[in-house]
């Protein structure tokens, strides 16, 4: 019997915008089957008007999410939801492969259904998401290098730094 199978999984990806969370998570999500949660579809209003959800109700819906899965993966960009559970994690992966790459993929990236209405409405956005991309390592919010860096140094259970477009090896 493999006892792999039997541990709880409770992993959280974070880092920059374009740094290969999404991709990383639907990995571990589809190789382990895991519940897989992007925070930025409990953060946000909606996708057309940046404006954040208040705090006590993306809680709300996270603690739900949490009750309703006994493993999962969260990916995401808030180190202020993240270290509010990273407690519950059993595994913590920072992807910080640099600006630059963080850039390129977000010019290659496919069309996000669940966030953007058309392959158009989310090139309409790229500019901007460039433009918030490179101020990563200046922004003091939390969602930046900083809040990030400090998330990471500061969990004591298994963490993974990645630092370039790497990807996890599931071997079966």
């Not at 880092?15 to 999404?22: R, V």
């Not at 993306?58 to 995401?76: A, P, Q, R, Y």
Request: with cysteine; aromatic share 10%.
């Amino acid at each position: 019997m493999n006892t792999e199978n039997l541990i709880m999984k409770k992993i959280i990806i974070f880092g920059n915008s374009g740094s290969g969370k999404s991709i990383l998570a639907k990995q571990y999500a589809e190789h382990l089957l895991l519940a897989h949660l992007d925070l930025d579809s409990l953060t946000w209003q909606d996708t057309a008007s940046p404006q954040r959800r208040e705090l006590v109700d993306t809680f709300k819906d996270l603690n739900k999410f949490l009750s309703l899965h006994d493993n999962w993966v969260i990916e995401g960009v808030y180190a202020d939801l993240i270290s509010a559970i990273a407690s519950n994690a059993t595994k913590m992966i920072f992807v910080n492969p640099g600006v630059d790459i963080c850039i390129t993929n977000s010019k290659n990236r496919p069309w996000e259904p669940h966030k953007y209405e058309s392959k158009q409405a989310q090139d309409n956005n790229l500019q901007m998401l460039i433009d918030w991309i490179k101020q990563y390592p200046e922004r003091n919010d939390e969602m930046s290098l900083s809040a990030h860096r400090k998330l990471f140094d500061a969990y004591l259970g298994e963490k993974i730094e990645y630092t370039s477009n790497q990807r996890e090896s599931f071997d079966d």
